[in-house]
T-cell receptor, first 113, second 114 residues
Framework: EAGVTQFPSHSVIEKGQTVTLRCDPISGHDNLYWYRRVMGKEIKFLLHFVKESKQDESGMPNNRFLAERTGGTYSTLKVQPAELEDSGVYFC???????????FGEGSWLTVV | LAKTTQPISMDSYEGQEVNITCSHNNIATNDYITWYQQFPSQGPRFIIQGYKTKVTNEVASLFIPADRKSSTLSLPRVSLSDTAVYYCLVGGFMFSGGYNKLIFGAGTRLAVHP
């Protein structure tokens, strides 16, 4: 069974540009989460989808971040315009099916220069 | 949301058993306890999960006392490759349906020496 996959694995963009991160959850998982770790900080929750609906977006830092999950399958996280402080690693995770464990992807490493 | 407290770092040697204890005094009735392992440049990897008593799988054991206010992850006979950060998290499931978000702390940085 494939795990949570994220794309791109690494991205370097200039300040002011736009980046879109994609996450494919484990097949059949209704719950999808985005987390991030910025330099020197702990992993922080961003938001939680249940199917295509946003269950909890209390961790989204500001309106430069937009997450979508059309059709309840894969999700995208767009950062527009990117700022230097957005640099870090963005993790996607999913849960559901017959279990209650949350599984994480390997992360998308974003560097804003 | 329940917070967790665990040692910032631990040192061990190859072949030893390592026990990492986590405190979660405010754990809720519907919270599970989950431990993750993270290597540099990788995502958190699920190790083990439990609700009460003892859980064992092929890589670790998890001991949870009756009051559930703490838990201990036990890694038998560690090797150099077990050097990583270990996170104790509570939450992740609601009996009413749906899943709580997980709140990460700083984790425990385990260093295994030859």
């Amino acid at each position: 069974e494939a795990g949570v996959t994220q794309f791109p694995s690494h991205s370097v963009i200039e300040k002011g540009q736009t980046v879109t991160l994609r996450c494919d959850p484990i097949s059949g998982h209704d719950n999808l989460y985005w987390y991030r770790r910025v330099m020197g900080k702990e992993i922080k929750f961003l938001l939680h989808f249940v199917k295509e609906s946003k269950q909890d977006e209390s961790g989204m830092p500001n309106n430069r971040f937009l997450a979508e999950r059309t059709g309840g399958t894969y999700s995208t996280l767009k950062v527009q315009p990117a700022e230097l402080e957005d640099s870090g690693v963005y993790f996607c995770a999913s849960s559901g099916g017959s279990g209650n464990t949350i599984y994480f992807g390997e992360g998308s490493w974003l560097t804003v220069v | 949301l329940a917070k967790t407290t665990q040692p910032i770092s631990m040192d061990s040697y190859e072949g030893q058993e390592v026990n990492i204890t986590c405190s979660h005094n405010n754990i809720a009735t519907n919270d599970y306890i989950t431990w993750y392992q993270q290597f540099p440049s990788q995502g958190p990897r699920f190790i083990i999960q439990g609700y009460k008593t003892k859980v064992t799988n092929e890589v670790a054991s998890l001991f949870i006392p009756a009051d559930r206010k703490s838990s201990t992850l036990s890694l038998p006979r560690v090797s150099l490759s077990d050097t990583a950060v270990y996170y104790c998290l509570v939450g992740g499931f609601m009996f009413s349906g749906g899943y709580n978000k997980l709140i990460f702390g700083a984790g425990t940085r385990l260093a295994v020496h030859p």
